[in-house]
């Protein structure tokens, strides 16, 4: 006689009662941590992967911060696999894409609630500090939106002149500056007020108008044109 089957591992049965409820009711009816897991059975359909889940809950502090972990710092728990860390990087660039989309061929200054959730998932929670241009239209019309500068925890290098010639190739009409502070608190910063007003400067010498500059930070945001401060 054949050996019997063997059972199957017991969280076969929870992760299909997942699918149910994903499927059923929305993922709302999701936990956090549950609907980490069901995004990490995609890079390891055999194995638990409820345990990981909630590890990288705890070292991000949500599941905000885990998509927007860096390779790197995901790779530092344990547990993650390069599988694993892909299939989390994707979701990310899914979920700002579909986010661009929604300020894509229409005037961003008419859609900031839409701008600024952009902004936020494509770095709001990223390690270190990055420096993006929106180029805008005469109509206020995304252009482009580009990675400038990639810098430490608390500094970005920008160069105004980098600014102005990549505006000039572009054809753009005025921009919108975009950075992160990984710390959250996204207050503006001596040296931010200071690179602003530089760049402010350079891009209007070419007839380009700075519409504003907006630092963002783990969900929040500080706009200088509403502080005042252009």
């Known amino acids: 006689m054949g050996e019997p089957p063997k059972p199957q591992p017991h969280f076969h049965g929870h992760r299909a009662r997942l699918r149910a409820r994903l499927l059923e ?29 909630k590890a990288l809950l705890k070292r991000f502090g949500g599941i905000a911060g885990v998509l ?34 929604e300020i894509t061929a229409r005037p961003v200054i008419g859609s900031w609630d839409k701008l600024v959730e952009y902004c ?7 390690e270190t500090e990055e420096f993006r241009l929106l180029f805008l239209d005469r109509k206020n019309a995304l252009i482009a939106d580009e990675r400038q500068q990639r810098g430490t925890v608390d500094h970005v290098p920008v160069y105004p002149r980098e600014v102005v010639k990549r505006a000039l190739e572009l054809g753009a009409s005025a921009i ?55």
């Open 68 to 101: 927007g972990a860096s390779r790197d710092a995901l790779a530092a728990v344990p547990g993650m696999g390069d599988a694993a860390a892909a299939h989390l990087l994707a979701v990310r660039a899914a979920a700002a894409r579909l986010a661009r989309g």
């Open 176 to 230: 919108i500056m975009v950075h992160n502070h990984p710390s959250g608190d996204p207050t503006p910063s001596a040296g931010d007020v200071e690179m602003t007003r530089a760049v402010a400067k350079a891009v209007g010498a070419v007839g380009v108008a700075l519409h504003d500059h907006v630092v963002i930070g783990r969900g929040r945001h500080a706009s200088f044109k509403n502080l005042g401060l252009l």
């Open 120 to 126: 936020n998932t494509a770095a709001g929670f990223a």
């Open 25 to 53: 009711t929305g993922a709302d009816a999701l936990a956090d941590y549950e609907l980490l897991e069901f995004l990490l059975t995609a890079a390891n359909a055999r194995g638990d992967t409820k345990p990981l889940a």
